[in-house]
């Protein structure tokens, strides 16, 4: 059973698109997040979401959105791409202080 | 701050050589600091947590608070411990975001 799936894996589009990253997990866990590992292997913190309290890293820009329909759930959207997003986005889940499980990646390629 | 330093990009080490992954940190307050391992083109995985001591694949890793370090380390390096390696803290309250170093990237030569 895979703990924290993302979907898709692979995903290349045009510049200028709107582009959906979803992402479920089933662990029970309260708390999800967002990381963005860029072409250099740095991750970094793009949002966290927890029991309906978005938390946002101010570097983000606002195209970026993401959507929790429930506690499992926490997808990514993104409008008008830019060569700049292509980058491997990571889902993660965590509960209390025992760190965070992630997804396998979506590796988003902007052309 | 939050902050994690990982001093090494590339680390390169013989078969059956000692390995050392250097992490230092930043934390105004008591820090959970992880390991977390990232093979080629994986997601990332737990390695280790200080909180629970454990070794896990014969990596330890002790937290020292006086130096602010928790380095990684593991008395006989395999192949197939070639990967990138991340140190990230969160604060002990409980779900906050990790904060990673830069990563280390482990080159086990045979």
């Known amino acids: 059973d895979t703990a924290v799936s993302q979907t898709p894996k692979y995903l290349v589009t045009q510049m200028g698109n709107d582009k959906s990253i979803k992402c479920e997990q089933n662990?029970?866990?309260?708390?999800m997040y967002w990381y963005k590992q860029d072409s250099k292997k740095f991750l970094k913190i793009m949002f966290s979401?927890?029991?309906?309290?978005?938390?946002i890293n101010e570097t983000v820009p606002n195209r970026f959105s993401p959507k929790s329909p429930d506690k499992a759930h926490l997808n990514l959207h993104i409008n008008s791409l830019e060569l700049g997003d292509s980058a491997v986005y990571f889902c993660?889940?965590?509960?209390?202080?025992?760190?965070?499980?992630f997804g396998q990646g979506t590796r988003l390629t902007v052309v | 701050a939050q902050r994690v330093t990982q001093p090494e990009k590339l680390l390169s080490v013989f078969k059956g050589a000692p390995v050392e992954l250097k992490c230092n940190y930043s934390?105004?307050?008591?820090?959970?600091l992880f390991w977390y391992v990232q093979y080629s083109r994986q997601r990332l995985q737990l390695l280790l947590r200080?909180?629970s001591r454990e070794s896990i694949k014969g990596f330890t890793a002790d937290l020292n608070k006086g130096e602010t370090s928790f380095h990684l380390k593991k008395p006989f390096a395999q192949e197939e411990d070639s990967a990138m390696y991340y140190c990230?803290?969160?604060?002990?309250?409980?779900?906050?975001?990790?904060?990673f170093g830069k990563g280390t990237r482990l080159s086990v030569i045979a």
């Open positions: 662990l029970g866990h309260d708390t």
């Open positions: 990230a803290l969160s604060g002990s309250s409980g779900n906050t975001p990790l904060v």
């Open positions: 200080h909180i």
């Open positions: 934390y105004s307050g008591s820090p959970e």
């Open positions: 993660a889940s965590s509960h209390g202080t025992g760190g965070a499980f």
């Open positions: 979401y927890n029991n309906k309290e978005l938390i």
